[in-house]
């Protein structure tokens, strides 16, 4: 069982589609996050949100879109992806700022396949 | 030196064995270290962390040596259920949410 859930958990998607990537937490965290996780890649960090804010942006390109309603809910909006974009989607929470306490939930994850 | 390095690995080892993973990290300024678990195809969990010279949980055993600048993970007592890849993970310092995490390391117990 995890605090935090992703949908869906299985994407395929061409690289014209528009689609969306859905995560919700029920730990009343503060913080929510998106990373992306690559073959023999580490966890890259994409977003970061604070209280529906966003802090941190990381150089993620235009066509990942994030959007974050509430605490509890955060969206990734894709549109025209690339192959190379595929990889597995992980979204995060954490009560405090991660740095302090390096206690980060996840989600299962959305794994991705741009055709 | 990388951000973040971990042994390549793959580690393969029979149960009961002993085995340690090594992190080297660049940021001499961080304070706190974290080694996190991630099973087959599920997502990272925080495993231990590492505030000061060393943790020990149960068969876990997580070292800091700062003036090497590596931290590392003894595993003791194998189990098959200890079989999946941990990564190491360092915080940049304060200001950022940005945990920087390794590639990770492998480990397959085997009977």
């Known amino acids: 069982e995890t605090g935090v859930t992703q949908t869906p958990r299985h994407l395929v998607m061409g690289m014209t589609n528009k689609k969306s990537l859905k995560c919700e937490q029920h730990l009343g965290h503060n913080a929510m996050y998106w990373y992306k996780q690559s073959a023999k890649k580490p966890l890259e960090l994409m977003f970061v949100y604070n209280f529906k804010e966003q802090t941190e942006n990381n150089s993620v390109p235009s066509r990942f879109s994030p959007e974050c309603p509430n605490s509890s809910h955060l969206f990734l909006h894709l549109h025209t992806l690339q192959p190379e974009d595929s990889a597995l989607y992980l979204c995060?929470?954490?009560?405090?700022?991660?740095?302090?306490?390096?206690?980060?939930?996840f989600g299962e994850g959305s794994r991705l396949t741009v055709l | 030196r990388k951000e973040v390095e971990q042994d390549p690995g793959p580690f393969n080892v029979p149960e009961g064995a002993t085995v340690a993973f090594n992190c080297t990290y660049s940021n001499s300024a961080s304070q706190s270290f974290f080694w996190y678990r991630q099973d087959c195809r599920k997502e990272p969990k925080l495993l231990m962390s590492?505030?000061?010279s060393g943790n020990e949980d149960g068969r876990f055993t997580a070292q800091l040596n700062r003036a090497s600048q590596y931290i590392s993970l003894l595993i003791r007592d194998s189990k098959l259920s200890d079989s999946a890849t941990y990564l190491c993970?360092?915080?940049?310092?304060?200001?950022?949410?940005?945990?920087?995490f390794g590639k990770g390391t492998k480990l397959s117990v085997i009977p």
């Open positions: 993970v360092v915080p940049p310092g304060a200001g950022s949410y940005q945990l920087t």
């Open positions: 995060a929470s954490s009560q405090e700022r991660a740095e302090a306490t390096g206690e980060l939930f």
């Open positions: 590492v505030y000061s």
